[in-house]
T-cell receptor, first 110, second 117 residues
Framework: TQLLEQSPQFLSIQEGENLTVYCNSS?????LQWYRQEPGEGPVLLVT?????EVKKLKRLTFQFGDARKDSSLHITAAQPGDTGLYLC??????????FGTGTRLKVLA | NAGVTQTPKFRILKIGQSMTLQCTQD?????MYWYRQDPGMGLKLIYY???????DKGEVPNGYNVSRSTTEDFPLRLELAAPSQTSVYFC????????????????FGPGTRLTVL
């Protein structure tokens, strides 16, 4: 069974602080996606990383895919209350499907 | 474009009852998925489909069935509801061109919150 472990599970920080969320597996993925989910809604895609070592930036969010394509990180600079939500990583398995991580619930306090 | 729509939004079932969760997408996506999300957790894949008439099991298929007779619709059937099936169910769709890299965005519906008592 392939697993994607995310850490930390919960994170509560003050506005303006920086944070990093990790997504780790023993399996190799052909691509990896990060989603954000708000209460009562479905997840929404933030980014897809495909190449080992790839770094993508989305405003204050920086995403990195590990060199071996087994892990990824999400770094948020100067967090804002609008960043509050559940962050999910998802690794592509084979041709058709993704395995989702366990999730990191972030709360940014004003 | 409505995107991915799911009905109902909420449902309470008694143990042993059956129901069908409906999912429709209007984006002409070839891939469709059903996930369940238990409180505070990530998503687990129940079933998926790569096109009309083609379905396959995901990580947690037991107790569920699906069909895909059209590109647009992908209903999920619970035959004998059990308390362990209490969860939020999400349908998603995506498009992948033949031979393309599997990096396409999944579009999710708003979810169906199911409670089995």
């Amino acid at each position: 069974t392939q697993l994607l472990e995310q850490s930390p599970q919960f994170l509560s920080i003050q506005e303006g602080e920086n944070l990093t969320v990790y997504c780790n597996s023993s399996s190799v993925f052909s691509s990896l996606q990060w989603y954000r989910q708000e209460p009562g809604e479905g997840p929404v895609l933030l980014v897809t990383v495909v190449t080992g070592g790839e770094v993508k930036k989305l405003k204050r969010l920086t995403f990195q895919f590990g060199d071996a394509r087994k892990d990824s990180s999400l770094h948020i600079t100067a967090a804002q209350p609008g960043d509050t939500g559940l962050y999910l990583c998802a690794g592509a398995v084979g041709t058709y499907k993704y395995i989702f991580g366990t999730g990191t619930r972030l709360k940014v306090l004003a | 474009n409505a995107g991915v729509t799911q009905t109902p939004k909420f449902r309470i079932l008694k143990i042993g009852q059956s129901m069908t969760l409906q999912c429709t997408q209007d984006m002409n996506h070839n891939y469709m998925y059903w996930y369940r999300q238990d409180p505070g957790m990530g998503l687990k894949l129940i079933y998926y489909s790569v096109g009309a008439g083609i379905t396959d099991k995901g990580e947690v298929p037991n107790g569920y069935n699906v069909s895909r007779s059209t590109t647009e619709d992908f209903p999920l059937r619970l035959e004998l509801a059990a308390p362990s099936q209490t969860s939020v169910y999400f349908c998603a769709s995506s498009y992948r061109a033949s031979g393309g890299i599997y990096d396409n965005e999944q579009f999710f519906g708003p979810g169906t919150r199911l409670t089995v008592l």
